[in-house]
């Protein structure tokens, strides 16, 4: 059982200022981060999938006590009505019960693939991968009331969020798939921006299976996750984090950035097996003891993942208030 740590002097206070100011006067406390991975497969062919894990999502806000949840990409397979109106009706569970998240856009997520199949559609690759009116349609700026800003007006497709979780101040940036240049440069104006906060950079495409940072800009991207490493991830002091899907299945790194800190680094995505298997990384965060832990659970088949999914950190140097 969790102690409180807060002094005895003081509980009265504490409690009042969670109910006044919404943070307790007491140590911080861990909390997890639900990481989605692609979910393509299952709003094509088993939307019930991505049900349960949103409505086990919700169930559990409490328990797990977690700020929001996480999106790798690949929300759909095809750029069709009918897989946005899926995914739409999915997460309108989240929005039901008040639970914010944030998105990052895959390949399938725009006018890249065709409207039915995940083939690449006809036309300029490159050109239609920043085609996104279904996406925007669907998830507007409005369904992220954790959203601050965006690199283009009315657009989701690179956006960043904050929120306050374990006493520390947060900050998610949602970089589109392979980016453009001009992303990449006003992402890095946001993160030099807010040097208080924890940085976790949403992008679909970045580990490879084996692990490595990928050289490749998939065929049709701008950047590839390397250039895109060295032009911005490794380059800010508090940079924490980057979570990405796109390809099968999990794999982690740990680097050193330019600063001195360490960059913790997570791949998952279950597409080709069982279409997903309604599997969530569930990743907890725990600021007092310095650690990262992570697990891949599946609600819809209430079993966790026995393999090289669970991950362990220590001695993880968090951004704290001054």
Known sequence: ????????????????SFAWLGSPLCLAQKFVLPILPDTQGEVNARPEMLHSQLNWLVQKRDSLNFPLVLHVGDIVDYDNIGHWEKADAGFKILDRAGVPYAVTLGNHDTEAVGENSGSA????????????????????????????????EEKSDNAWYTFEAGGL??????LEFCARQGPVDWANTVVSNHPGHNVIVLTHYHLNPNG???????????L??????????????????VLSGHVCY?????????????????????QNEDLGGG???LLEVDPDKGTL???????????????????????VKFIKPN
Not at 1 to 16: D, E, I, S, Y
Not at 226 to 239: E, F, G
Not at 251 to 266: L, P, T
Not at 296 to 301: E, G, N, Q, R, T
């Open 1 to 16: 059982m969790q102690k409180n740590t807060c002094k005895k002097g003081l509980a009265w206070l504490a409690a009042l």
């Open 121 to 152: 559609a006809p036309g300029n690759v490159n050109q239609n991968l920043r085609k996104t009116a279904k996406f925007n349609r669907y998830f507007p700026v409005s369904r992220f009331p954790l959203q601050k800003g965006r690199y283009e």
């Open 169 to 174: 101040k947060w900050l998610v940036l949602a």
């Open 212 to 222: 490595d940072i990928s050289e490749r800009n998939a065929g049709y991207g701008d």
């Open 224 to 241: 590839s996750p390397a250039q895109i490493h060295d032009q911005l991830i490794t380059r800010h002091a508090n940079i924490l984090m």
């Open 250 to 270: 999990t794999s982690w790194r740990n680097d050193k950035g330019e600063k001195g800190n360490r960059i913790y680094q997570f791949l998952q995505n279950y």
């Open 279 to 281: 599997y969530i990384r």
């Open 293 to 315: 832990s992570a697990t891949m659970y599946s609600p819809f088949y209430h079993k966790e993942r026995q393999d090289a999914s669970r991950i362990f950190f220590s001695n």
